[in-house]
């Protein structure tokens, strides 16, 4: 069974730009989660999706949002990029999501210069 | 406070130590997970309880719901569980998860 896999895995953004992240979870897997880390923050919720419906977000602005497809794969894209927004995002996905055993891929690093 | 706390926040041990990390946490939660994540950033799902505790190989995990307590033991430590372990609480009120700040492990040879 395939996992988790997240595109791309680097990539350079400079401030203003926006940018897309993928999310392709494990098959028959509906909840995908999003979430950043960064050295000073740690691991923090962005969002959660299921059956294409956000059914839970973080605390985190406007300029971050989301999508999921009827394939289950997600989306997430953060608009007029900062120099914080530096980080690596993770994404995860379960059967169901509540609660559910996460399965996590490898992260897309994104450099904000 | 955080919502979350782990300690400690680093450990050094020699190989064939046992080791203890310690989850606290204040929300209601549907279940407590424990993650590792390796250097390069790759995140692995260890357990997911929501009482009692849990075994797989050298890894146990506990948990008490009324004192709001998990743990995660290695017994007989080796290099390779090196890492940083992540515990999260997922909320009662659907999949959100608030996470714990970390412990680095390192077991030495």
């Known amino acids: 069974k395939a996992g988790v896999t997240q595109t791309p895995r680097y990539l350079i953004k400079t401030r203003g730009q926006q940018v897309t992240l993928s999310c392709s979870p494990i098959?028959?897997?509906?909840?995908v989660s999003w979430y950043q880390q960064t050295p000073g923050q740690g691991l923090q919720f962005l969002f959660e999706?299921?059956?294409?419906?956000?059914?839970n977000k973080g605390n985190f602005p406007g300029r971050f949002s989301g999508r999921q497809f009827s394939n289950s794969r997600s989306e997430m894209n953060v608009s007029t990029l900062e120099l914080g927004d530096s980080a690596l995002y993770l994404c995860?996905?379960?059967?169901?999501?509540?609660?559910?055993?996460?399965?996590f891929g490898e992260g897309s690093r994104l450099t904000v210069l | 406070k955080n919502e979350v706390e782990q300690s400690p926040q680093n450990l050094t041990a020699q190989e064939g130590e046992f080791i203890t990390i310690n989850c606290s946490y204040s929300?209601?939660?549907?279940?407590l997970h424990w993650l590792q994540q390796h250097p390069g950033g790759g995140i692995v799902s260890l357990f997911m309880?929501?009482?009692g505790k849990k075994k797989h190989g050298r890894l146990i995990a506990t948990i008490n719901i009324q004192e709001k307590h998990s743990s995660l033991h290695i017994t007989a430590s080796h290099p390779r569980d090196s890492a940083v372990y992540i515990c999260?609480?997922?909320?009662?009120?659907?999949?959100?998860?608030?996470f714990g700040e970390g412990t680095q492990l390192t077991v030495n040879p």
């Open positions: 995860a996905s379960s059967a169901t999501g509540h609660p559910g055993e996460l399965f």
């Open positions: 098959s028959g897997h509906r909840s």
């Open positions: 999706y299921f059956s294409e419906t956000q059914r």
């Open positions: 929300v209601g939660i549907s279940a």
């Open positions: 309880l929501s009482s």
């Open positions: 999260a609480a997922q909320e009662t009120s659907g999949s959100r998860l608030t």
